[in-house]
T-cell receptor, first 114, second 114 residues
Framework: DTGVSQDPRHKITKRGQNVTFRCDPISEHNRLYWYRQTLGQGPEFLTYFQNEAQLEKSRLLSDRFSAERPKGSFSTLEIQRTEQGDSAMYLC????????????FGPGTRLTVL | AQSVTQLGSHVSVSEGALVLLRCNYS??????LFWYVQYPNQGLQLLLK??????LVKGINGFEAEFKKSETSFHLTKPSAHMSDAAEYFC????????????FGTGTRLTIIP
């Protein structure tokens, strides 16, 4: 069990640029979640996948955000035309498909938009 | 809609003293409840979870929590604080039944006084 990995760990970009983050879940987990955490707050749900299907998206996920999980393995989260308000920690988690199962979190990608 | 309230954004205890971190939830259905810990610049690590089995749940690092339905609470305790317990602690709830996204509280920062 190698855990959930995320890349990059830190990203600094200028306003208006596009950024893409990658998440590799634990290998036998077929559910993958994205959360966003701003300073001093708890993580907020963005979206989740079961295998390659995106099953739910939060209202926080504006049109500038898109997430994919093309083969049901790794996932990418893209933010287009970044804004300063997008600065946050983006956390990925994975779990098996069973009720109440534990979500295991990766180390996160910290995005800073200048 | 479910929500989580963590009373006390900052808690300080002396080394060796009792740790008590408070969490109250609101949920329209019997919930699954979790406590996660976050160390600086890291992702979240599961401490313990309640999934409708025993109401007293034991977790890692000597932590435990008791589910009290009548009080809608799931407070986290540890009999004797250690310096390594200094971190941010998050309570979270998920309704299960196909709705697996976690709803987090705003967190409690625990400081240990030597």
């Amino acid at each position: 069990d190698t855990g959930v990995s995320q890349d990059p760990r830190h990203k600094i970009t200028k306003r208006g640029q596009n950024v893409t983050f990658r998440c590799d879940p634990i290998s036998e987990h077929n559910r993958l979640y994205w959360y966003r955490q701003t300073l001093g707050q708890g993580p907020e749900f963005l979206t989740y996948f079961q295998n390659e299907a995106q099953l739910e998206k939060s209202r926080l996920l504006s049109d500038r955000f898109s997430a994919e999980r093309p083969k049901g393995s790794f996932s990418t989260l893209e933010i287009q035309r970044t804004e300063q308000g997008d600065s946050a920690m983006y956390l990925c988690a994975s779990s098996r498909r069973s009720e109440g199962d534990t979500q295991y979190f990766g180390p996160g990608t910290r995005l800073t938009v200048l | 809609a479910q929500s989580v309230t963590q009373l006390g954004s900052h808690v300080s205890v002396s080394e060796g003293a009792l740790v008590l971190l408070r969490c109250n939830y609101s949920s329209s259905v019997p919930p699954y409840l979790f406590w996660y810990v976050q160390y600086p610049n890291q992702g979240l690590q599961l401490l313990l979870k309640y999934t409708s089995a025993a109401t007293l749940v034991k977790g890692i690092n000597g932590f435990e929590a008791e589910f009290k339905k009548s009080e809608t609470s799931f407070h986290l305790t540890k009999p004797s604080a250690h310096m390594s317990d200094a971190a941010e602690y998050f309570c979270a709830v998920t309704e299960g039944f196909g709705n697996e996204k976690l709803t987090f509280g705003t967190g409690t920062r625990l400081t240990i006084i030597p």
